[in-house]
């Protein structure tokens, strides 16, 4: 079965925010390719974040980020980090409890989509 995947961050029982990995099946559409059900969404964000862009905090409401044109780094509470590449897609839950850092990979501009749901 073709899958669609996306990063989780959210926050456990104990307030760490925490990845997980989160897969959507998809079913074959024919020649148009594999689709996943639809998912119902509040409001699209654009947003540009400046080069030097290094921030600890929750996110605001639950979200996807997709990556335009930059890489992010996302440093959990209990330090573990990744870094994300242009094309990616985050599903941010942890609007509570300590919250994660997120940095620019590179000293520029980057851009995303906030899908909040």
Known sequence: METFKVTRVYANHDGESCFDEVFYPLTDAG???HLSEKVKIKELLFRKVPAGYNDLHNAPQKQYVVLLDGG????TSTGEKRVFNPGEILLMED???????SSNVEQKERSSLFIIF
Do not use: L, Q
């Not at 609007?95 to 850092?101: A, D, L, S, V």
């Open 95 to 101: 609007t509570t409890g300590k919250g994660h850092r």
């Open 31 to 33: 020649p148009i390719g």
């Open 72 to 75: 992010v780094e996302i440093e």
